[in-house]
């Protein structure tokens, strides 16, 4: 190939190749370009301490079938570089009696809200009707608390209350599943006794201010229990403060009550006998309904008068005082594995930010390899759904308040086991997929493409500078040699 020839095709390669690749670099580095702030294998996120310096972390390396959670000894690691921040918390210092460690596993673990305790939620494979509740004083690494919760292992996931401590520290809650029975227990946080104890309740939640404390009621196959209501008690006498009657059955696609910000206000979602999902706010001291909205999963945002909701593919965004829609966005998720309906979000709150985030369950680049591993393995009926349904996630979305502006995070990793674990303050978030990574919130973007899209297109201007140089060159030569002649 002549040196002529080589130039017109590094020209061509340069038009053809780069161009397009530079108008293209801005798309994928929007979609692949995000990097986890450090990654650690064979752990598992449990808990962010309340001042989002320290992660919680349990070992994943050997998990039973069948068993939920991971194992002790408790690690804590810097959030910010993923390095041990303080002695592991061992499982002599958990558990006082000789039980193998392969025999407990953590399934909870919350921080106190002053962070210097920690409560942990340990099931007992020798023993799978019992569920221990540990409380330890990081400073003094001393049991405060130990007690056992009976569980049936049937409903050993809905068991899991959604908070341990109170927002001031001073009570622990537990929910005790057996058959078709629910029980709220409340704790003194300090030496472990029984404060209140609550038949036929479920799904404990705590006011911001740590005053009261709503219940879903519970109705058993006995008749007994309050139908379709939430119920609003006061921690330190136990009395009932309000019931916030449900136009609907709260058996089903039921996560409790939540509050606003000032625990002023209250909501719930039901279901009613036509089969719709409703969403209802009310006003907790007198136990007015407000509003009453088509959608299910509600949850205040920061400011207090804004309640987000799902309905079908959107997140909704209501305020309350004016009894209006201010926000919506509709979001594409992937399909169901079982029928190939479009999915509806699962949004997770933030705390102290007007936003929610939302994790895309099925998207589409997992279905088509998810689908090809189930066809491999020659899975059918209800193996292949529970083989599916194991795959979680890719991407994290971040919807804010009204504006309904998006944020996304491309996580770059095999799939979600877990729903990602979020600091108070939104900046930080741990996923796990069999290894733990750190991610923060908007994501950092990858530097690997900028210094592609650096290095490709210098590499092919210097063959092209040095073509050019090389033909001036030749020119020249030419020129002195013809002058000569």
């Known amino acids: 190939m002549t040196n002529e020839i080589r130039r017109v095709w590094i020209r061509k390669a340069f038009f053809l190749v780069v161009i397009p690749y530079l108008v293209t670099l801005p798309f994928t580095w929007y979609f692949t370009g995000h990097v986890a702030e450090w990654t650690l294998g064979d752990v598992k996120p449990m808990a962010f301490a309340p001042k989002n310096d320290v992660l919680a972390v349990v070992s994943s390396s050997y998990v039973p079938r069948g068993v939920i959670g991971a194992f002790a000894p408790i690690r804590f690691l810097s959030a910010q570089s993923g390095k041990e921040d303080q002695p592991p918390l061992t499982l002599d210092e958990l558990v006082a009696s000789s039980v193998e460690t392969w025999q407990r596993h953590v399934v909870k673990v919350e921080y106190s809200p002053q962070g210097d305790r920690i409560a942990v939620l340990m099931d007992q494979a020798v023993r799978p009707f019992n569920r221990e509740l540990i409380v330890v004083d990081l400073v003094t690494r001393k049991r405060i608390v130990t007690t056992i919760v009976p569980m049936d292992p049937g409903w050993a996931k809905s068991a899991l209350p959604a908070t341990i401590f109170s927002p001031d520290g001073k009570w622990l809650t537990s ?23 609550l038949s036929d309740q479920n799904q404990p939640v705590y006011s911001p201010d740590g005053k009261l404390f709503a219940t879903s009621c519970w109705r058993s196959s006995d008749g007994s229990g309050v139908p379709n209501a939430i119920q609003v008690w006061d921690l330190e006498s136990g009395r009932l403060q309000s019931t916030l009657p449900l136009h609907g059955n709260v058996s089903e696609w039921n996560d409790g009550a939540v509050f606003s910000a000032d625990g002023r206000l209250a909501a719930a ?35 207090k008068e804004t309640v987000q909701i799902v309905k079908d593919q959107s997140i909704q965004f209501w305020n309350i005082l004016q009894r209006k829609r201010v926000g919506s966005r509709k979001l594409e998720l992937g399909k169901s594995w079982q029928d190939g309906t479009p999915l509806s979000p699962h949004p997770i709150r933030v705390p102290s930010k007007s936003s ?13 390899f998810a689908n090809t591993m189930a066809d491999k393995a020659g899975l059918t009926g209800q193996n292949r759904v529970d083989f599916l349904n194991y795959f979680k996630s890719t991407t994290v979305l971040r919807v804010d308040g009204p504006s309904g502006q998006l944020q996304r995070l491309k996580y770059n990793g095999i799939w979600m086991l877990d729903d990602p674990i979020w600091t108070k303050d939104g900046s930080l978030c741990a996923m796990y997929d069999f290894k733990l990574s750190v ?19 210098a590499i092919l201007l210097l063959f092209d500078w040095h073509g050019r140089r090389s033909k001036r060159r030749r020119k020249k030569l030419l020129a002195q040699k013809a002058k000569v002649e």
């Open 439 to 457: 991610w923060k919130f908007p994501p950092r973007k990858s530097i690997r493409f900028a210094y592609y899209a650096l290095v490709v297109p």
């Open 175 to 197: 929910t005790v599943s057996w058959e078709d029975k629910r029980t709220v227990t409340v704790w003194d946080a300090k030496n472990g006794e029984e404060h209140i104890v």
């Open 356 to 368: 929610v985030l939302v994790v895309d369950l099925r998207p589409p680049s997992l279905q088509s």
């Open 269 to 303: 979602h039901s279901r009613n006998n036509s089969g719709k999902f409703i969403v209802e706010v009310f006003e907790v001291s007198t136990g007015n309904l407000l509003i009453s909205i088509d959608g299910w999963l509600p949850q205040f945002l920061a400011d």
